[in-house]
């Protein structure tokens, strides 16, 4: 039953169902261990609580069964520390006779529950269940709340439920606080700018200042002033003292846009503001100390750069401390319809148009276009669509689609359930998430229309306007 650490790891990381066992009586682990695999648990046995601490985290599915008394930590200190980590871990105590009294003060204090030893298999199996439950509900409550707090927080907005989308929101909150400099790939169109200004708004930075510059877009002669700034007289033109971007952003954000564009020599300076965190304004041998994060993006990737000698290698590998792929829209076509109502209700908003909904040819349309230029073309067509109405034309219709999912390339059944989650997503995006008219509008029961919904992950909140 013992594991190495390996074994453990992978099984504290794979498995939504994991029993931490820590006892030092081998064959308490032994019996225990067994019991909890017959009934369906993956369960990693430890004899000492030291080890159990390390594969304990606030994100961890799992429950802690351990023993109170062992030698070096005791279960009741384990359960101590593990409850620093997550405060709702839920902890079951395995208590010798005498360690009642101990047990029943140790819950007011936050374990679960505790069972005396010897124990049936059955009282173990049925304890575990229901702290099982209890764990599967807080860990699904706080997936929902984060969730409900990044699709309502006032600013920019990770819109969509697709998986892909769903991990690139939970790596982002994951380092959003902390200081690290982050890399940005994606394609253009897909919205890089936004995603450096949700990360910015959702830090302990975001009273600060976030300041943009394009790499790409400022000449070569300007771009040295425009990030360190200058001293009066520093070249012909410097006619003031003049402020940079670096500077300006002191406390909050640097969002360097298409770095790849970034001149050579210019990058060796952009690398040691990266590391020592102070610059020089342009005719001035005085350090200014800089508490910044910098968030580059690139449409290309810079580590071939790096190895054709295009891009410095020790700025990319700098840079390169965490990196956020954002995914290209034919990669996330089931977030269409909700990206598409999103875009026409601001497009609405601004233009003072109502929003009519799209029938099914046009929803299809979306669904199956290959979207070369990504988020930027889906809310240039919603914005023309709410602008011009039914004489709005799809230009994209008779291009060739070239995406592996599109309805050429899938088969028979997987059309058709292609085809019936679009007929949802629009009658509920037409309907606002109004559970009674969508059934009306379609003529299912409502059990029926739960239980579509459910199948394709649909959620009526997502459709409110």
């Known amino acids: 039953m013992d594991a190495n650490q390996n074994t453990i790891h992978q099984g504290m990381a794979d498995h939504s169902k994991t029993v931490l066992l820590v006892d030092d009586e081998k064959h308490i682990r032994l019996s225990a261990g067994q019991t909890l695999e017959l009934a369906g648990y993956a369960v990693v046995a430890l004899e000492s609580a030291e080890k159990a601490l390390d594969l304990i985290t606030d994100e961890w599915c799992g429950v802690l069964v351990t023993d109170i008394n062992m030698p070096g930590i005791d279960g009741l200190e384990l359960m ?217 993006a690139s449409k290309v990737d810079l580590k071939e750069q790096a190895e054709r000698g295009e891009f410095r290698e020790d700025l990319y590998y700098r840079l390169n401390v965490v990196r956020v792929d954002i995914p290209p829209l034919r990669e996330r076509l089931d977030d269409i319809p909700m990206l598409f109502q999103h875009f026409s209700i601001l497009a609405s908003t601004q233009y003072g148009r109502e929003v009519l909904p799209l029938n099914m040819e046009r929803m299809h349309s979306l669904m199956t276009h290959d979207w070369p230029g990504n988020i930027r073309e889906l809310r240039n067509l919603a914005e023309r669509y709410v602008l011009l109405g039914e004489s709005c034309t799809f230009d994209f219709d008779n291009r060739p689609i070239t995406d592996s999912t599109a309805s050429g390339k899938m088969t028979l059944p997987e059309q058709v359930e292609r085809f019936e989650k679009i007929l949802l997503q629009t009658e509920l995006s037409l309907h606002g998430g109004s559970i009674k008219d969508t059934l009306n509008s379609l003529g299912l029961p409502r059990k029926t229309l739960y239980d579509k919904m459910r199948k394709y992950g649909l959620d009526k909140n997502d459709y409110k306007s």
Request: with cysteine; proline share 4%; charged share 30%.
């Open 80 to 296: 101590q520390r593990a409850h620093v980590i997550d405060p709702d871990l839920p902890v079951i105590l395995i208590t010798g006779h005498g360690d009642i009294s101990m047990a029943v003060s140790a819950m007011r204090n936050g374990a679960y529950d505790f069972i005396e030893k010897p124990f049936s298999t059955e009282l173990l199996v049925d304890i575990v269940r229901r702290a099982m439950e209890k764990r599967a509900l807080t860990i699904e409550n706080r997936r929902l709340r984060q969730e409900l707090e990044a699709q309502s927080a006032p600013g920019p907005r990770i819109i969509g439920n697709t998986p892909s989308v769903k991990q690139l929101r939970r790596l982002v909150h994951a380092v959003a606080d902390t200081p690290a400099d982050i890399l940005v790939l994606a394609e253009t169109g897909t919205g890089k700018d936004l995603m450096a200004r949700y990360i910015h708004e959702h830090s302990n930075r975001r009273d600060k200042n976030f300041v943009a510059i394009n790499c790409g877009a400022v000449p070569e002669s300007l771009i040295e002033s425009e990030l360190f700034g200058h001293e009066k007289g520093a070249f012909t033109d410097a006619k003031s003292k003049r402020v940079g971007k670096f500077e300006h952003a002191n406390g909050g954000t640097v969002f360097l846009d298409e770095i790849e564009s970034m001149p050579f020599a210019l990058q060796v300076k952009l690398l040691r503001v990266l590391e020592e965190r102070t610059i020089e304004r342009l005719g001035s041998n005085e350090l200014i100390q800089l508490d910044i994060r910098v968030i580059a």
